[in-house]
């Protein structure tokens, strides 16, 4: 199958030049010429079927004809490691708990395939070079993509990172694995790791003296895969008799996660609706609300995985319904959250039903509860743990930053000494572990120059 560009000013590409180029040459990002329906068969004993056998199906309809099913299905088990699975929080809002990866965040589901569709045509090519993989991060992103593809033969990959910038338990998830993951530590800001691996891609000297490739989030082997999960909530749910109408809330930063669903919708999955609810970066909501599309800067806030103001994934949903707001916001609808709220919801969530919320999370589960009509069950995707905000989850469950809550600069020092924590998170074994690794990365300047003589050096 072929992939054409939202810009349209690129020509097709098959699957893996998709893949290694990530971004078309014109800037557009690439959509698939077909989304093949499921049959209706499919969906009807959906429910009988395992993770992996949905999976298989769903990844089949997607990148059968450049795959043979027998190496897609490894790639899709081999992904697939962990469960993603629904919780109930309360009678008709569940929680599709994305958290179960190696980072866990919602983000191993399309890092670990991409790392293994990439292993897949590189081991195809004469070529047999090593392959290196750059990736600049603001936090997250780094940690998905660097244990996606931790361990993987022929590929090594590069995470260039702010230095004093990300976050202890962040950090500590792409500086201490070793083996084909090397940790840059630029003495920079994030923009200047992302101009580095620009110039990178960019520098001809570079480039034919090693194969560079990019793994960023709008790359189709990343973003695809994501719709597994949302077959899976939906045969989750009419096991339970549940998913009659079922509306899908998805904590939105730069609507990759969401634009799987609405594929997973185009080809065929019963969806009643979908709601994209965001932090106080409104600018999706805004154009629910006026048809007028605004990019703006972007405001920092507590759920920050979603703090995007000009969300790259916007051009695919527009391709996907022809450009027409009518069709959007017939089957999407919006919701924008402050930080005080966010606290608020995970606060409140937690006295009624004992579930802990992730900030990110928080903001899909309060769209559904303010949301939700009569006769509608909700799920929402639990797109993190909440240990990875430790501190911001623990402040806002906390009995003292409740009663200021409604200051978000209160409740941002509760988390300091003086408050007295009534819940603890815990830390999940396999982040503890990471903790406990040694930090190990190579310190660079924000000058193309050095970065370039050093992998020159390599
Ligand atoms: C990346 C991320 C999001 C946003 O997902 P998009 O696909 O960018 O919309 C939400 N929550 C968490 C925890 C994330 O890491």
């Known amino acids: 199958m072929n992939y054409y560009s939202t810009n349209r000013q690129a020509p097709e590409a098959t699957l893996e030049e998709a893949v290694v180029k990530g971004l078309a040459s014109d800037r557009g990002l690439y959509m698939p010429e077909h989304i093949k329906a499921l049959p209706k068969e499919f969906f009807d004993t959906i429910d009988t079927l395992s993770f992996h056998e949905i999976a298989c199906r769903v990844a089949e309809a997607f990148f059968g004809d450049d795959i043979p099913k027998e190496d897609l299905d490894r790639i899709v088990c081999d992904t697939l490691a962990f469960d993603c699975p629904v919780a109930e929080v309360e009678p008709d809002i569940y929680s599709l708990e994305l958290f179960h990866g190696p980072t866990l965040a919602f983000k191993d589901v399309g890092a670990r395939f991409m790392a293994r569709l990439l292993q897949y045509f590189i081991r195809k090519r004469d070529d047999s070079r090593e392959v290196n993989v750059l990736v600049a991060t603001s936090g997250d992103t780094g940690s998905a993509v660097a244990n996606g593809f931790l361990g993987v033969d022929g590929i090594h990959v590069y995470v260039l990172y702010p230095k004093g910038k990300v976050s202890p338990i962040q950090e500590c998830q792409f500086t201490t694995l070793g083996r084909n993951i090397t940790a840059v530590e630029v003495d920079g800001?994030?923009?200047?790791?992302?101009?580095l691996?620009?110039?990178?891609f960019m520098d001809e000297e570079l480039c034919s003296k090693m194969v560079l490739t990019s793994a960023n989030s709008i790359n189709v082997a990343r973003f695809l895969p994501q719709a597994f999960y949302y077959f899976n909530a939906y045969a989750r749910m009419k096991a339970l008799g549940k998913a009659d109408e079922l509306v899908i809330s998805v904590p939105s930063g730069n609507f990759g996660n969401i634009t799987a669903g609405l594929f997973a919708h185009r080809m065929g999955l019963p969806v009643k609706r979908f709601?994209?609810?965001?932090?106080?970066?409104?600018?999706f909501y805004n154009y629910l609300l006026s048809g007028v599309y605004n990019p703006k800067a972007s405001v920092q806030t507590i759920a920050n995985a979603m703090d995007v103001g000009d969300p790259s994934n916007f051009a695919r949903i527009l391709d996907l319904y022809g450009n027409s707001h009518e069709r959007i916001t017939s089957l999407i609808s919006g919701a924008t959250y402050t930080d005080s709220q966010i606290r608020?919801?995970?606060?409140?969530?937690?006295?009624?039903?004992?579930?802990?919320l992730d900030p990110h999370g928080a903001c899909g589960y309060r769209a559904l509860k303010e949301g939700l009509r009569e006769g509608e069950t909700g799920v929402f995707l639990e797109t993190a743990h909440p240990a990875k905000f430790k501190?911001?989850?623990e402040s806002a469950l906390s009995a003292e930053s409740a009663s200021s809550a409604e200051s978000a600069l209160s409740a941002e020092s509760a988390s300091s000494a003086e408050s007295t924590l009534s819940v603890e998170v815990a830390i999940p074994d396999r982040l503890a572990a990471f903790m406990q690794g040694r930090k190990q990365s190579t310190p660079m300047t924000a000058d193309f120059a050095d970065f370039k003589a050093y992998l020159m050096g390599r």
């Open 189 to 195: 800001v994030f923009d200047d790791c992302q101009r």
């Open 197 to 200: 691996v620009k110039s990178a």
């Open 275 to 283: 709601i994209a609810a965001n932090n106080a970066n409104d600018i």
């Open 344 to 356: 608020e919801t995970m606060l409140n969530c937690y006295r009624h039903t004992g579930y802990i």
């Open 391 to 393: 501190e911001t989850v």
